[in-house]
């Protein structure tokens, strides 16, 4: 085997694979008798595309700056789509799992992530977003007070980019394949990110990748191969629950994974090529949009 075709095998193959069995189940679930989700728009062919390309943008997005692309998904399929909120939540972190993996794959065969630390920020992520998602229950019936909470979660992520987008802040240029720090530290982390990932059900990358850089001074490209790679149990365990609770439109979801899939893969071949500063003011502008259509919403203003 020559090394072109050993590199291909090893960095694409898995990912492939990963896509014909999302294919294979999104056809299933198009076709099946299975009853559609309440409240759910009906799937049509022009809105089955859209959900492939907002997957895949979401993918490539995260794939470049360590994040699962939830953020992307879940104002796109909630406001513009018209899914309900706890069901856009469930959906876009059950789509999110696929982009972990596929993401997370691709970083792993670059050695772009710390395996040791992943697997503690991953571990003690798992406890957290138990407890999330049983605190996720008991605010899904109170639409309003959820849409405040999700606000505020992107406020952060929004503040970040611009920051760092519009001023070209420089991160901590670390070298090395390592993340410093203690293994309690990064257990408190993942504990966190994963609460945060049950109760809004973004994935965490928002919160990890500043957090793994500025506050355990880690580089810049194994933050973000770690940052995806810690997602994929948070994610796993959270889209599961939200699965089995019945806050997840299936069909929905894998045409949001397919496109993940994709774009997790060609933004984590491109990430050491691309300078994302301009890429981070765009996406940290669209944020904070975002942001104040939540919060405005929990307080009866209607922002378009």
Known sequence: MNTWTHRLSTNYLPSALLLLAVTLLAIWSLTSTIPQDVGVPIITIPRGIALVCVGFVAGVLGGLIGTGGCSVMLPVIHFWMGYPAPTAIGTTLFAVIFTAISGGIGHLARKNLDVRATAWLGGTGIVGVVAGSYLFTL???????????????????????????????????????????????????????????????LGGGYVLVPGLIYLFGAPVYVTMGTSLATMIPLAV?????????GYVAVSSGLLLAGGTIVGAQLGAAIIKRFKPTTLKLIFGLYFLYVSIKFIAGYFGIAVW
């Open 139 to 201: 605010l899904s019936s109170h639409a309003n007070l959820l849409n405040l909470i999700l606000g505020l979660a992107f406020l952060w992520p929004a503040v970040r980019m611009i920051w760092e987008g519009a001023l070209h802040a420089k991160k901590p240029q670390q070298e090395g394949s390592t993340v410093p720090g203690p293994a309690w530290g990064w257990a408190l982390m993942g504990l966190f990110v994963g609460v945060l990932t049950g109760i809004v059900g």
């Open 237 to 245: 365990v959270g889209g599961g629950i939200k699965l089995v609770q």
